[in-house]
């Protein structure tokens, strides 16, 4: 409505505003267009003017009826969770809004499998630190005991929670996750704390006098121990990219958990030991536990035997620890590198692709087809189907499953099942993926990596890529290969004669709008509603566009009035071309996209790949990952590098700790064990070493040396203060300090178990990290138990050897002066 202006009377001021506007096509149809013969014609004797969709070239389905699908994306910095209960919470009063014969149906609800993922990491906690309290049952026997260190556990998680808290983190699975495995570490110090307080008051000590000496003996242990694990993650804290991303949060979550553990056993522990232990309570009269003793006594006394014939064969031992690190370095080059690991979120996402000539009509039949074998699997919820859009040969699907309890299968698995199904509908091609829980970059493909091609010469681009697509299908562990580029799409190419156009009154601009008006939707007007805004189309009727021989039949309006048939002045040649020309960098680009099969992993596919593209693939166009394959490519770089890093952090640490440059290297001798363990484990299981994988390396780097640490700490302390020989000195520390030892052990096994054989939402993501540690930590405790003494005794003789040959130097300097 366009306002003409202001009418001013004696008394009052009129806005004059006339009706211009139109509000539906009823009224659009009695525009006035023309006059012939001094009679008006009407808009709707030449057209069809009607209310519909703006394209109607493209169609969605749900469970095989017509849809509109409605994607809600949250903003970055909120809250998944809070946002799906706030729409839940909107949609009884949205359904009441729209006609019954409608329904309104939830496609997928991504908080389903977050909301699951949480509740199976929480039931992991709560069984992690059951199991670790009934393991320091086990071996204390007595329940003020087992009290003690237990009560660590809580006041170190609700410290941890206040610390969350104040920097703003979420309770998400991987602080959870963070939570779960601090548990064994949490009350690792507590239990040597309260250990040495037990074996004071079993010296005949009183509980007040023996918390306070054993709580002073032991606690440089328990900093050395405490520091140097924090100092595990500093690595991860520096590091950028998606790694450093995903995992700062846990990393800080874990290093705060630790250190208040650190700060209650050296303060909250030997306090409730001096007020709640004595030597009577220490004793049991449960014959259950008194067996457990006896067996407790039987394994100490194994291990001395043991450790007397280590120590008599020290070249043996030393052999064993040369064997363990050339295994665990060639392992590690050897076992399968992955990235992200699979993760069933009860969706899995698919793309179908037709032949590039094909009708929208037509695509829309095999999207259907499509659909009704997918709908048919028993482990199916729902299936939304879409055709249309950019492409009408190209269809979408996003295929919501049943609850995690309501099937028997995995995501993985179901795509298993449909694949041989769906490759038997003919005149269509189908690709169904897990999407990964974290999307990291890339384009959207129809398989979840991709690997693009780059360059400014676009007939060297498109057949290096059609050669590497070729050769990649002979990669019989990649799946659904498949390419973004389309050249054969038909065409009509329309070569308008300048000259004859001029002389008829016609510039090429003019045929151009013509075409566009006719076959392009050409928006004429628009329609304002109260509460939306609707476009005025107009386009040639459906039966003027099926037929490439309507075209010639089109007109073009001359500058003289006259209407020129388009074939007068134009022609016609029908032909082939690419549908789209896609840039990466401003430079031309293709995409091959591909899935990998079980138990192969991204690593093995990008080697491969990196080996055959220079084979096939012209020297003018550049080859690169995208997505979760460039993620890994750039993550996996600095896995070794960020290893030897936390290494070295820690070595320097220790240094500083024990002002030595020895020492660090006795406590750091079990590493190679561990890592041994590790990747035995991931071989065993065959999972490949993805991001969580490695995430319990570091994590294997900063337990393992703990019961080194107790070790060393006590045989330094003999050293000094009893005046034993190194070789005494630090057997008597391994047979002392047995029981902690075994206890710290045991109760981070137990912290790390219910992850590594878990079940549930989230399991098989998790699942890697447990292995890694249980593996490294079971390996590890066998050899460090013999090769830290060894490694020990080994490196005081060199130092001793060392120390004489300098005197010796100085004699001989002093004689000749």
């Known amino acids: 409505n366009i306002p003409a202006g202001t009418l001013y009377g004696p008394q009052t001021a009129y806005m004059l505003r006339t009706n211009g506007q139109l509000k539906d096509a009823t009224q659009f149809?009695?525009?006035?267009?023309?006059?012939?013969?001094?009679?008006?014609?009407?808009?709707?004797?030449?057209?069809?003017?009607?209310?519909?969709?703006?394209?109607?070239?493209?169609?969605?389905?749900?469970?095989?009826?017509?849809?509109?699908?409605?994607?809600?994306?949250?903003?970055?910095?909120?809250?998944?969770?809070?946002?799906?209960?706030?729409?839940?919470?909107?949609?009884p009063n949205l359904r009441n809004q729209i006609p019954g014969s409608v329904t309104m149906?939830?496609?997928?609800?991504?908080?389903?499998?977050?909301?699951?993922?949480?509740e199976d990491v929480e039931f992991t906690l709560l069984l992690t630190i059951g199991l670790v309290v009934a393991v320091i049952f086990l071996f204390l026997r007595n329940i003020p005991a087992t009290v003690i260190p237990s009560l660590a556990l809580p006041t170190s998680i609700i410290g941890t929670f206040g610390a969350m808290y104040l920097l703003g983190f979420s309770l998400n699975?991987?602080?959870?996750?963070?939570?779960?495995?601090?548990?064994?570490?949490?009350v690792d110090d507590a239990v040597v704390v309260l250990e040495n307080i037990v074996r004071h008051i079993e010296m005949g000590k009183p509980a007040f006098k023996a918390a306070i000496e054993a709580t002073s003996e032991i606690s440089f242990t328990v900093i050395s121990m405490t520091l140097s694990l924090v100092a595990v993650f500093l690595p991860i804290l520096l590091m950028g990219g998606i790694v450093g991303r995903l995992f700062n949060e846990f990393a800080v979550t874990i290093s705060i958990a630790i250190l208040i553990s650190g700060v209650v056993s050296l303060t909250f522990t030997p306090m409730l030991a001096s007020r709640w232990l004595n030597a009577k309570k220490i004793e049991s009269n449960i014959p259950m536990l008194n067996v457990m003793e006896h067996f407790w006594d039987w394994l100490a006394l194994r291990y001395d035997d043991s450790l007397k014939v280590a120590l008599r064969h020290p070249v043996v031992v030393l052999s064993s620890l040369v064997i363990a690190t050339l295994l665990t370095a060639y392992l590690f080059t050897i076992v399968p590198k992955g990235f992200?690991?699979?993760?069933?979120?009860?969706?899995?996402?698919?793309?179908?692709?037709?032949?590039?000539?094909?009708?929208?009509?037509?695509?829309?039949?095999?999207?259907?087809?499509?659909?009704?074998?997918?709908?048919?699997?028993?482990?199916i919820q729902g299936v939304m189907s879409s055709v249309g859009g950019n492409s009408t040969n190209a269809g979408r699907m996003i295929i919501s499953l049943k609850p995690f309890e309501e099937r028997h299968k995995k995501a993985d698995e179901i795509v298993k099942d449909l694949r041989p199904k769906l490759t038997q509908i003919p005149g269509i091609n189908t690709f169904l993926q897990v999407p990964p829980s974290i999307r990291i970059g890339g384009q959207s493909s129809k398989s979840s990596y991709q690997v693009t091609l780059m360059s400014p010469e676009s007939e060297k681009l498109y057949a290096s890529t059609e050669a590497l697509r070729k050769k990649m299908e002979t990669i019989t562990e990649i799946t659904d290969v498949t390419t973004d580029v389309q050249t054969t799409t038909p065409q009509i190419d329309i070569k308008?004669?300048?000259?004859?156009?001029?002389?008829?009154?016609?510039?090429?601009?003019?045929?151009?709008?013509?075409?566009?008006?006719?076959?392009?939707?050409?928006?004429?007007?628009?329609?304002?509603?109260?509460?939306?805004?609707?476009?005025?189309?107009?386009?040639?009727?459906s039966k003027y566009q099926r037929d490439p021989v309507q075209l010639s039949k089109l007109y073009v309006h001359s500058s003289n009035g006259k209407m020129v048939q388009l074939s007068a002045l134009a022609e016609m040649t029908p032909g082939t071309g690419p549908l789209a020309i896609n840039h990466l960098g401003q430079f031309p680009s293709a995409t091959i996209s591909f899935n990998l099969k079980p138990g192969f992993s991204i690593g093995q596919a990008v080697e491969r790949i990196e080996a055959m593209a220079p084979t096939v693939v012209s020297p003018e166009v550049s080859v690169n990952f995208q997505g979760q394959a460039q993620a890994f490519q750039s993550s996996f770089q600095n896995m070794g590098w960020l290893l030897l890093l936390a290494t070295v952090i820690i070595y320097v640490i220790l240094g500083m700790l024990y002002e030595s440059f020895v020492h660090p290297l006795t406590i750091l001798?079990?590493?190679p064990a561990a890592g041994l363990g590790a990747l035995l484990t991931l071989m065993?299981?065959?999972?490949?070493?993805?991001?969580?994988?490695?995430?319990?390396?570091?994590?294997?780097?900063?337990?393992?040396?703990?019961?080194?640490?107790?070790?060393?700490?006590?045989?330094?302390?003999?050293?000094?203060?009893?005046?034993?020989?190194?070789?005494?000195?630090i057997y008597k520390a391994c047979i002392v300090r047995f029981r902690p030892i075994m206890m710290t052990t045991m109760a981070a096994l137990m912290g790390t178990l219910p992850i590594a054989f878990g079940h549930g939402a989230g399991a098989d993501t998790r699942r890697p990290l447990g292995l890694v540690v249980v593996g490294g930590l079971v390996v590890s405790q066998v050899l460090t138990l013999y090769i830290t003494p060894v490694v020990y005794i080994a490196f005081d003789a060199l130092l001793t050897k060392f120390r004489k040959e300098k005197v010796e130097t100085h004699e001989s300097l002093d004689a000749e002066v």
């Open 29 to 91: 149809s009695h525009l006035v267009v023309a006059y012939r013969n001094g009679s008006p014609i009407k808009l709707a004797d030449i057209a069809k003017v009607s209310d519909s969709v703006e394209n109607d070239k493209v169609a969605s389905w749900y469970n095989g009826k017509r849809a509109i699908v409605l994607a809600i994306m949250r903003q970055p910095g909120t809250n998944t969770v809070e946002i799906v209960d706030a729409i839940k919470n909107v949609l």
């Open 105 to 118: 149906d939830i496609l997928y609800d991504r908080t389903t499998s977050i909301r699951s993922s949480i």
């Open 173 to 186: 699975n991987l602080s959870l996750m963070a939570l779960t495995l601090s548990v064994g570490f949490v």
């Open 340 to 379: 992200m690991p699979s993760e069933d979120t009860g969706q899995i996402s698919g793309s179908t692709e037709a032949a590039q000539n094909i009708s929208f009509d037509s695509m829309s039949e095999h999207q259907k087809k499509v659909a009704a074998v997918v709908e048919k699997h028993p482990a």
């Open 496 to 541: 308008v004669n300048r000259g004859l156009a001029a002389a008829m009154g016609i510039t090429q601009s003019q045929v151009e709008q013509t075409l566009a008006s006719a076959y392009g939707q050409r928006q004429v007007s628009q329609i304002y509603a109260p509460s939306n805004q609707y476009k005025v189309l107009m386009e040639l009727e």
């Open 669 to 671: 001798s079990g590493l």
């Open 684 to 729: 065993i299981f065959n999972i490949d070493l993805n991001i969580y994988g490695f995430l319990g390396l570091i994590l294997l780097i900063g337990i393992v040396k703990k019961n080194a640490i107790m070790m060393i700490d006590f045989a330094l302390d003999a050293e000094r203060n009893q005046n034993m020989a190194p070789a005494d000195a």
